[in-house]
């Protein structure tokens, strides 16, 4: 049965690989890396699907802000290719919105592929004043209001806010290296 939780720190290690799998190691270059680059996801707001205690899918949401709004950045969302069309990203994405909006969240963008994410409200209009620091196609730059007019007054450059990831020690460090040259 599937089930969606909360993200512990023992999903990190099958998280990333997921998105290895799915995104190519290329997502380390992507804009939006850049606003999650070194920072804390908003707490409550990562989650994790599986079954019978394998991780099968993942969605994250981050704290950005544009102007004076603050807001969350949703991504990225995974899912493994054995449960595509099961419904997994969409209740990721449901229920990590309905946590949003239970948390006073205002709004939620990302950058994805506009006829899947319209499902659950997000569209490109309320975005037209809204930039991201760094390449991005503009028509998958989407945005949700979870509360009326979120957007109405966003305009600039959509900066990282948020709790900053501690440095790992330089154990943690010298075993991740470790993890990269086997794997190469």
């Known amino acids: 049965m599937i089930t969606i939780r909360s993200e512990h720190a023992r999903d990190i290690k099958e998280r990333e690989a997921l ?5 190519g190691i290329e997502r380390h270059e992507k804009t939006c890396e850049r606003l999650r680059e070194g920072r804390i996801p908003a707490r409550g707001l990562s989650l994790i699907a599986e079954d019978d205690g394998r991780l099968i899918g993942t969605v994250r949401l981050w704290h950005v802000s544009v102007a ?5 950045l949703l991504g990225p969302l995974a899912v493994s290719s054995h449960y595509r069309g099961q419904s997994v990203g969409s209740r990721l994405i449901r229920t990590a919105l309905n946590r949003a909006s239970l948390q ?3 709004a939620v963008m990302l950058v994805g592929d506009a006829p899947y994410y319209k499902r659950f409200g997000f569209a490109t209009d309320v975005m ?6 760094g390449p991005f196609d503009r028509v998958r730059l989407l945005g949700l209001e979870l509360q009326l007019g979120a957007f109405a007054d966003a305009a600039g450059i959509v900066k990282a806010v948020g709790e900053i990831m501690p440095s790992p020690s330089l154990a943690a460090r010298k075993v991740r ?3 990269i040259a086997e794997a190469a």
């Open 104 to 106: 006073g969240h205002k």
């Open 177 to 179: 290296a470790r993890e």
């Open 128 to 133: 037209t004043k809204i930039d991201l620091p």
């Open 68 to 72: 004076s709004l603050d807001a969350l």
């Open 19 to 23: 998105l290895d799998d799915v995104f």
